[in-house]
């Protein structure tokens, strides 16, 4: 190879190794300076949705306008990035974390045996008297059963089975029975009713309260007021150990055994009644 062909190669060699770093040094953005003073295309600052108050939704439901108790015993936590200018720093990293917990107290209602203990002597088929032509039947009726009505509401927010109160009917007037049901007997002619359980202890709740009710509607006034028998018959009826027992009463006139008041029956309706 002669001298003039190596000085050929060796321009051409010198003007490839220089070529990169002068293209380099020709690019628009090469003298560029950045906001931080850097060479480089300018910077952009990105951050994240600023997500600090979302912990209100967290504690009160979807829109965040009511205390909700579904996110109790969880862990909220959030991290947002915010951008600043202070001169000392680009960002702002704030992390959050937030817990809750919830004391709750359960009532437990103690359940109730009641007896229900209803005139069905032949005074309760005169009216209320004072301008009111209602019979007293009819009046003892209503109010027997919007009670019943009233203890099968309150059964419906008693989850627990065993818990719900029962109801038992109870008539009382003439001789007494130890038999169930709405039985009558003569007497010189006439017709009275037994003093007896017409319906035992029974949870008063839809077909239940139903039943109940049917059972008051059954009874037409014939008879005496014996008192004492409906307090006995009430006392005989066994209820749950962990109930309260309860006797309703309902009567119009004097306990007697025909026709006015006798001390002894009254007398020993109260004893009954005694614990």
Not at 23 to 48: H, I, Q, Y
Not at 69 to 93: C, E, P, Y
Not at 186 to 198: A, H, K
Not at 237 to 244: M, P, S, T
């Amino acid at each position: 190879m002669g001298k003039y062909t190596r000085g050929l190669l060796a321009v051409i060699l010198a003007v490839v190794l220089v070529l990169p770093a002068a293209a380099f040094a020709m690019l628009p953005e090469a003298n560029a300076r950045s906001s931080t003073g850097m060479d480089g295309p300018e910077a952009t600052k990105v951050v994240d949705h600023d997500t600090s108050n979302h912990w209100k939704f967290w504690a009160g439901g979807y829109d965040g306008s009511k205390v909700t108790t579904q996110n109790v015993g969880r862990i909220w936590t959030d991290k947002t990035v915010q951008a600043i200018d202070d001169g000392k720093s680009d960002f702002l990293t704030t992390l959050s974390a937030m817990s809750s917990t919830s004391d709750t107290t359960s009532l437990v209602s103690k359940p109730l045996d009641i007896v229900m203990v209803l005139d069905a002597s032949g005074s309760m088929d005169d009216s209320m008297g004072g301008g009111d032509s209602t019979k007293r039947i009819v009046a003892l009726k209503n109010a027997a059963n919007h009670f019943i009505d009233t203890i099968a509401e309150q059964n419906k927010n008693v989850k627990d089975a065993s818990k719900q109160h029962q109801v038992a009917i109870v008539k009382f007037a003439g001789k007494k029975s130890d038999k169930v049901g709405n039985d009558t007997y003569r007497d010189d002619g006439n017709t009275y009713n037994y003093s007896q359980t017409m319906l035992g202890l029974t949870v008063c709740k839809d077909g239940g309260a139903k039943s109940l009710k049917n059972t008051v509607n059954l009874i037409e006034p014939a008879g005496s007021t014996r008192a004492d028998y409906g307090m006995d018959l009430a006392k005989g009826i066994a209820g749950r150990e962990d109930a309260q027992k309860i006797v309703v009463f309902f009567t119009d006139g004097s306990p007697t055994s025909s026709n006015g008041f006798e001390a002894e029956v009254a007398k020993d309706a109260i004893n009954i009644a005694k614990p």
